[in-house]
């Protein structure tokens, strides 16, 4: 029986601390990347699994990794160097994308990349 992950149908921010991390360790590594990605938006989800994300094959669980304020800077560090535009532009939109980071992001050859990051620095100001 495979179990479903879906927060439309389940909220799993109603579980106790650490069955919330156990399921998210255990869908983390699911075949369907929605559900991978699903986990990557969760603001509960281990940095351990976050980091394994960020290398996921999909595009969109990256970005969705680069988007999460819970990622730590070393792993949006990474994320911004990614090659794909929508990644690095994850990174840039994120509150917690740290300043010496985002003013490089602020330089990138992609015009959505680089707008959103000098919309972060401004309001940081």
């Known amino acids: 029986m495979k179990l479903i992950f879906d927060p439309e149908f389940f909220d799993i921010s109603l579980l106790p601390r650490k069955l919330q991390e156990r399921y998210l360790v255990y869908f983390s590594e699911d075949e369907d990347w929605y559900i991978r990605m699903q986990v990557a938006v969760s603001h509960n989800t281990p940095v351990h699994v976050l980091e394994k994300l960020s290398e996921d094959q999909d ?3 990256r970005n ?6 819970a990622t ?10 990614h090659s794909d535009g929508s990644v690095r532009r994850g990174v840039a939109i994120n509150v917690n994308t740290p300043t010496h980071i985002l003013n490089v992001l602020a330089e990138d050859k992609n015009g959505s ?8 620095l401004e309001r940081r100001k």
């Open 113 to 120: 990349v680089r707008d959103m990051a000098k919309e972060n």
């Open 59 to 61: 595009i969109d669980v």
């Open 64 to 69: 969705h990794v680069a988007r999460n304020t």
């Open 72 to 81: 730590p800077p070393h792993v949006l560090e990474k994320l911004s160097l």
